[in-house]
């Protein structure tokens, strides 16, 4: 199992430096957010995403893939009334399949909880069949560029659409397109499970519908440094034979951003060499 960073713990520093940095501490590739790339990150072309792949496999590592896709530019939702805006979040959504693509990723998370917020007067039922139509779309571009469509089920302070490994598995399974599929995210699932982590990957993961693993706490910290036991987590991956990235995605940086990435390196390393995976 690679570990990559979720690059946004490292912004503050130039891409170069986020690299550097990374790979110093041992990971083997960044989940970048493509909101730490540009603004517009829709607009970034072939040649751009070239140079971006270039300077990230130069210090050795990979692009995993992306996440947090539709932070920018604002104002997007697959949920909203506005046919219109709908379909501008749906462009950029196939814009970023390819802009993956393009840095050699294989995985897109789709978590966005405001971008798929229930409209005001709107009932859950019709947000969810928005949400089908968009994630279609999505999956479609990702099986012609040949990487993985994501829906990351989040806790319920975050959004009430799509809460548990459950909500995913049925949302992917109602779509029907090969390359969506539903993901782990184990703070999210800390918050909203009635099962602990590895119970849900003994369950879930033969079904072939998770796509990919993001690891933090549910205090929303990074591995290890909460109450969540990943030992059980990884034992659990490495028994099902789990060959993809792990994302290291903490929210709140003790004590910063480095530091954090630092201490989850070892952590993790750690666990992977005691494991043997």
Not at 145 to 162: D, F, H, K, N, W
Not at 207 to 213: D, E
């Amino acid at each position: 199992m690679r570990i990559g960073l979720c690059n946004e713990v490292l912004a503050g520093l130039p891409l170069a430096r986020q690299c550097e940095t990374a790979a110093q501490l041992g990971y083997d590739g960044l989940e970048i957010a493509p909101f730490t790339l540009s603004d517009t990150p829709e607009r970034i072309g072939s040649a751009q995403a070239a140079r971006i792949r270039a300077t990230v496999e130069s210090f050795g590592l990979v692009v995993t893939g992306l996440h947090w896709l539709l932070v920018k530019p604002e104002g997007l939702s697959l949920t909203s009334p506005d046919a219109a805006l709908r379909e501008r979040t749906a462009q950029v959504m196939e814009r970023l399949v390819g802009l993956c693509a393009e840095l050699g990723g294989a995985v897109l998370v789709h978590g966005s909880p405001r971008q798929r917020a229930i409209a005001e007067g709107d009932s859950h039922a019709t947000a969810l069949a928005r949400l089908h139509e968009g994630l279609a779309r999505a999956a479609r571009a990702a099986a012609r560029q040949g990487v993985i469509y994501c829906i990351e089920p989040l806790s319920p302070r975050e959004t009430s659409l799509i809460n548990t490994l459950a909500d995913g598995a049925r949302v992917v399974r109602a779509v029907n397109e090969p390359a969506l599929k539903t993901m782990l995210d184990c703070s999210a699932a800390g918050l909203s499970e009635t099962q602990d982590v590895p119970a849900l990957i003994d369950q879930w993961l033969p079904t072939g519908l998770i796509g990919h693993v993001q690891l933090n706490d549910p205090n929303r910290r990074g591995p290890g440094q909460g109450a969540m036991r990943f030992a059980p987590i990884l034992s659990a991956l490495h028994r099902h034979g789990y060959a993809g990235a792990i994302g290291v995605e903490p929210f709140d940086y003790l004590p910063d951003g480095p530091g954090c990435a630092a201490f989850a390196a070892g952590y993790l390393r750690g666990l992977r060499e005691a494991l043997g995976c």
